[in-house]
C-alpha cells in the first residue's frame, strides 16, 4: 500500500482497538478474528485483492447465463430427443447435463424418461461428451447447432454445464472443472458398454479435456478419445491472446500482474504439457481466422503432441478456411465427416 494509504488505515484500526477495549472480555475471540483478518488484508497489495478474481471472471466468464429465460429443465423446447438429468460430483455440486440421442433414434424416444435414454446409451451408437468454452450454458445457440449436427451423424450427446455454470452449482475452479469431466466421462463409460465414449473439448473444455484425460491415463483407464476444437497451449498463452486483454499488453507490468494472478488463481489449464503423458486418439480442429485462439497455438499444441506420441497415427490437425472464426466450426459443412473418418480409423 502507498503510505498515506497506510497512515489512514492505521489510524482507522487504532481506532477501532479503542472500541473493543470497551466490549466485554467474552468478545476476545471476535477481536481475534478481526485481527486476523486486518493483519491478511494489509500483507496483500490492492492488485492482489484484485487481480485473481478479475481473471476469474475473464476466465470462466460464467455469470453470463445467456441465452436468458431458457428452462434448462425442459430441454426440448430448444432441441428434440433431448432429456435433462443431474449428477452429484461432490457435496454441493450438482450438474446439469442434457443427453440429445442420435436422430435416428428419435421416434423411438418420443415421451421417454431418463431410466430410457441412460439405457439408450448401451445402444453401439459413439457417444460424445461435449465440453463447452466459457460463458453461456449449454443451451448456447453455437453448442445447439453443433448438438444437432453430432445426433444428426448418429451420435449420442452428453452436454455438460460445469459447476457455477448454467444451473449446476458450485463455483468453477481448475480443479474443479476437471473432476466435473471425470466424474461423467466415468459415468457414462459405466452405462456404456462396450460403446466408447469421446472427450469433445471446445476452447476453455480443451484445456478440461486434456486435465481429465490425464488423470484417467494416470489411473490406468485412458479415454477412448478426445477431439480439441480451438485450443490452446495453456491458459498464459490463451489470455495474453484474449481480446478483451489485448489492450492493455504495452501497459508497464501488466503482463507480470497477469501472470501473478493466474499463478494466485491456480489457473493454468496446461495442454502443452498435458498431451506429452497421453496416449489417447486425438484431433485438434481450428479455423483460419479464429481470433480469439489463434490458429497458431492449435499447430504448435499440434507438434508439442505429435513428438511426444510413440504413435503418431493417433494424432491429427485438421484446420478450416476463413468464415467459422472461434464459435462457428458447427457450420462448417466438412466437420462431421472430419470427425466420423477420425474416431471410426481410430476405433476400428
Not at 278 to 288: A, G, K, T, Y
Amino acid at each position: 500500500m502507498e503510505p498515506d494509504e497506510q497512515d489512514g488505515v492505521a489510524a482507522w484500526w487504532d481506532m477501532v482497538l479503542r472500541n473493543l477495549g470497551s466490549i466485554p472480555h467474552s468478545c476476545a475471540t471476535l477481536r481475534r478474528k478481526i485481527a486476523a483478518q486486518y493483519n491478511s488484508f494489509c500483507s496483500k497489495s490492492l492488485k492482489e485483492h484484485i487481480f485473481p478474481p478479475l481473471m476469474d471472471m475473464l476466465i470462466f466468464f460464467n455469470f453470463f447465463k445467456a441465452p436468458f429465460l431458457v428452462d434448462l429443465k425442459d430441454p426440448e423446447l430448444k432441441m428434440s430427443h433431448t432429456v435433462n438429468f443431474y449428477i452429484k460430483v461432490e457435496p454441493g455440486v450438482i450438474l446439469g447435463i442434457w443427453h440429445t440421442v442420435p436422430s435416428f433414434r428419435g421416434q423411438d424416444a418420443q415421451g421417454q424418461d431418463r431410466c430410457w435414454y441412460e439405457a439408450a446409451l448401451h445402444d453401439g451408437n459413439p457417444i460424445i461428451v461435449y465440453l463447452h468454452g466459457s460463458a453461456e450454458h449449454r443451451a448456447a445457440s453455437h453448442r445447439l447447432k453443433l448438438v444437432k449436427m453430432l445426433s444428426d451423424g448418429g451420435f449420442h450427446v452428453l452436454s455438460v454445464d460445469y459447476r457455477g455454470f448454467g444451473d449446476s452449482t458450485g463455483k468453477p475452479t481448475e480443479a474443479g472443472l476437471t473432476a466435473d469431466a471425470i466424474c461423467v466421462y466415468e459415468w457414462t463409460k459405466a452405462r456404456s458398454g462396450n460403446t466408447p465414449v469421446c472427450l469433445w473439448g471446445h476452447s476453455l473444455g480443451t484445456g478440461v479435456v486434456t486435465n481429465a484425460a490425464k488423470v484417467l491415463e494416470e489411473k490406468g483407464s485412458p479415454v477412448d478419445a478426445m477431439v480439441l476444437e480451438a485450443p490452446f497451449t495453456n491458459v498464459w498463452d490463451a489470455s495474453i491472446n484474449y481480446p478483451l486483454l489485448k489492450i492493455y499488453r504495452r501497459l508497464p507490468g501488466f503482463l507480470r500482474t497477469l501472470t501473478d494472478a493466474l499463478k494466485e488463481d491456480k489457473l493454468v489449464f496446461p495442454n502443452d504439457e498435458n498431451v506429452k503423458f497421453l496416449s489417447s486418439p486425438l484431433l485438434i480442429l481450428h479455423c483460419e481466422d479464429d481470433r480469439t485462439v489463434p490458429l497458431a497455438l492449435g499447430k504448435q499444441l499440434y507438434e508439442i503432441a505429435h513428438n511426444a506420441y510413440r504413435n503418431k497415427e493417433r494424432v491429427k490437425i485438421v484446420t478450416f478456411p476463413p468464415g467459422f472464426q472461434h464459435n462457428l466450426l458447427c457450420r462448417c459443412p466438412t466437420l462431421l465427416k472430419t470427425v466420423r473418418e477420425f474416431l471410426s480409423q481410430q476405433w476400428a
